[in-house]
C-alpha cells in the first residue's frame, strides 16, 4: 500500500497496490504490521457502512470526544465521494485545517483519520456507499460534531448540496 500524507499531520490517502492476473485483481486494504511500523493507530474494533441514495448527500462533520475518540479508515465500495478530514486538535500545527480526498469505489482509494479529527464527506454520485473502520466502539454520549459550513473552517465542497441531516445542518459555530 502507499500512504500520502495530506496537508494535516497524521492524516493519510491510502491507495492500494493491486496484483492483476486473468482473474482480476488482488490488493491487502489494510495491514496491522504496516500501520504499526508508520506509527498509525492499527486497533480495528468496528465496521459500519453508509448508503447514499442521491448526489449530493452531505454526512458530517462528526467525531467522539474522549475518551471514545476513535481512529477511522474510510473506503468508497460504490461510487465516488469527496471526503474531509478536519483537524480539530488543539496541540496540532495543523489544527483547524482540513484536507479534502476523492475516494472512488474505482480508486479503492481510503482515507486515514486520526483521533481528534472530525470526519464528513459529501458524495458524488447517486448509490454510494462508504465502508468505515473504527478504532473505538460507537458511544452516543461522546458523538460529537461541527458543521458543514462553519467560516471557522472554510471547507471548500466541491459540488453542490441536496441532502443533510438537521443535526449536521445546525450544529453552533465552533468556538
Known amino acids: 500500500m502507499q500512504y500520502i500524507e495530506t496537508k494535516l499531520s497524521g492524516a493519510f490517502e491510502i491507495r492500494i ?4 492476473d ?8 489494510w495491514c496491522q504490521k504496516e500501520f504499526d511500523s508508520r506509527g498509525l493507530d492499527s486497533r480495528l474494533v468496528q465496521c459500519s457502512i453508509s448508503f447514499n441514495t442521491r448526489k449530493g448527500t452531505l454526512r458530517g462533520m462528526h467525531y467522539q470526544a474522549s475518551p471514545f475518540a ?5 473506503r468508497v465500495t460504490q461510487g465516488a465521494i469527496f471526503d474531509v478530514i478536519l483537524d480539530l486538535r488543539p496541540e496540532s500545527p495543523t489544527f483547524k485545517r482540513w484536507a479534502g480526498i476523492l475516494l472512488t469505489a ?3 482509494n481510503m482515507a486515514y483519520v486520526p483521533k481528534g479529527c472530525a470526519h464528513g464527506f459529501l458524495t458524488m454520485e447517486p448509490e454510494t456507499e462508504v465502508f468505515y473502520q473504527m478504532s473505538e466502539v460507537y458511544n452516543a454520549e461522546s458523538a460529537r460534531g461541527v458543521r458543514w459550513n ?14 443533510i441531516s438537521e443535526r449536521d445542518r445546525t450544529y453552533p459555530d465552533f468556538p
Not at 497496490?17 to 492483476?20: L, Y
Open 17 to 20: 497496490e493491486p496484483f492483476h
Open 22 to 29: 486473468e482473474r482480476g485483481l488482488f490488493a491487502r486494504t
Open 70 to 74: 476513535e481512529t477511522k479508515l474510510v
Open 106 to 108: 474505482e480508486l479503492r
Open 150 to 163: 462553519d467560516p471557522a473552517f472554510a471547507i471548500e465542497w466541491p459540488g453542490r448540496l441536496v441532502v
